[in-house]
T-cell receptor, first 112, second 117 residues
């Protein structure tokens, strides 16, 4: 899987949008971008994923650049419960394995 | 569905003892994964199963670790003998499929926090 680069930490004010960047400059054409988060003392939680197009669900939006070398996860109205470590992962859509390789992630602190 | 269930949630044992961690995946999921999380190494994939068959155990640290999946609704991760460096949080996850997209989303259990004294 391609390697990703994320800032180690970010702060966000409660109620504001949290924009979490991720660089994946070596991503291949068949690799998806996945985002998971891990709230303290819990298991990782799936947020969203995409291939080329921007995606939105009830949790977040995912913006992928046209060259697919980077993406941004957007939490439109961050709450204190969104404080967590956010992991950006790229993985291939193939049968060689359903591997999620977790890097260091971004520790998001939402402040009142 | 109750999600992925793991037991026990916390385990404290002494060095040299056998430890067995248990996992019940989400019903209907064909893939089951075991991960380990430590401060030093982050989240690491240890092994995964497809339809109860181990597919890739290259992440298993050494022969002291073994995993089984006797049926579609149950898996164990065993450490024998345990050592202090095995102290970590162990997560089990499951997914419907493999092919990418929605079906391969992994759902994680709450984890087992293992402390080996």
């Amino acid at each position: 899987d391609a390697k990703t680069t994320q800032p180690p930490s970010m702060d966000c004010a409660e109620g504001r949008a949290a924009n979490l960047p991720c660089n994946h400059s070596t991503i291949s054409g068949n690799e998806y971008v996945y985002w998971y988060r891990q709230i303290h003392s819990q298991g990782p939680q799936y947020i969203i994923h995409g291939l080329k197009n921007n995606e939105t669900n009830e949790m977040a939006s995912l913006i992928i650049t046209e060259d697919r070398k980077s993406s941004t996860l957007i939490l439109p109205h961050a709450t204190l419960r969104d404080t967590a470590v956010y992991y950006c992962i790229v993985r291939a859509n193939n049968n060689a394995g359903n591997m999620l390789t977790f890097g260091g992630g971004t520790r998001l602190m939402v402040k009142p | 569905d109750a999600g992925v269930i793991q037991s026990p949630r916390h385990e404290v044992t002494e060095m040299g003892q056998e430890v067995t961690l248990r996992c019940k995946p989400i019903s209907g999921h064909d893939y089951l994964f075991w991960y380990r999380q430590t401060m030093m190494r982050g989240l690491e994939l240890l092994i995964y199963f497809n339809n109860n068959v181990p597919i890739d155990d290259s992440g298993m640290p050494e022969d002291r670790f073994s995993a089984k999946m006797p049926n579609a609704s149950f898996s164990t991760l065993k450490i024998q003998p345990s050592e202090p460096r095995d102290s970590a949080v162990y997560f089990c996850a499951s997914s419907l499929g493999l092919a990418g997209g929605v079906t391969d989303t992994q759902y994680f259990g709450p984890g087992t926090r293992l402390t080996v004294l």
